[in-house]
């Protein structure tokens, strides 16, 4: 009776804490599943009741495997999602992205630094200096890593080869690319922060259910104590 009493609690507080609007973007969403593949926690953008997981999240619950990566989510819109089993409480923690959203930020920011750089370097050094050879390689090269960068591929750095204007702009545009990867870990870290959140909590209730009613939960980041 005291473990399904704490089972009751548990996911009741569980639901509160995924149900809290502390959302890193307009589309960041984290949800539980259970091994039948059925929401344990709110939705953020649908309902419970109609929610139908793709194909390939079902195999992960059934495997029960962990998971990264560009896939489709419940709503068919394209994520990079992070999906683990917690064998605890036998479900899937799902935290999720859409690609539009991820890429988009750093689509808009490559543009505006390409196109504020082009135009200074048009202004600076007059149309008849951009079209010459020593111009249009670099020019040509950094556009195209920007292309890259916008697809996805932030690993891709354009090449560094003059000491002048275009070298300091490719040198910038390397910068911004490393400082958006940061973003992204950034991003990444807070997630495995809140996967490590679960786990102290699915500790806390397995101490709980096993009748240790002197273990206390601190959220903030110190564990379950005895």
Do not use: C
Request: proline share 2%; aromatic share 6%; no cysteine.
């Amino acid at each position: 009776v005291v473990g399904v009493l704490v089972g009751r609690v548990s996911l009741s507080r569980l639901q509160e804490i995924f149900g809290e609007e502390s959302w890193l973007g307009e589309t960041d969403e984290t949800y539980l599943l259970d091994r039948n593949s059925l929401p344990l926690t709110p939705l953020r953008f649908g309902a419970q009741a109609t929610f139908t997981p793709v194909a390939e999240l079902r195999q992960a619950i059934e495997s029960q495997s962990d998971g990264f990566g560009w896939r489709r989510d419940y709503r068919g819109v394209t994520v990079l999602e992070i999906h683990r089993w917690i064998p605890e409480i036998e479900g899937m923690l799902v935290v999720k992205q859409d690609r539009t959203e991820i890429l988009g930020l750093i689509q808009n920011m490559l543009w505006i630094l390409v196109s504020v750089a082009i135009g200074a370097v048009i202004l600076g050094g007059g149309i008849s200096w951009l079209v010459s050879k020593s111009i249009i390689g670099p020019l040509d090269n950094l556009v195209e890593t920007a292309r890259q960068v916008t697809a996805g591929n932030l690993e891709k750095m354009a090449d560094v080869t003059q000491n002048d204007e275009l070298g300091t702009l490719a040198q910038a545009f390397n910068e911004m690319t490393a400082r958006l990867r940061e973003m992204l870990t950034t991003e990444q870290n807070q997630r495995q922060h809140l996967e490590r959140t679960i786990d102290r909590y699915v500790r806390y209730m397995a101490k709980v259910a096993g009748g240790d009613l002197s273990a206390s939960l601190d959220l903030n980041g110190n564990g379950v104590s005895m």
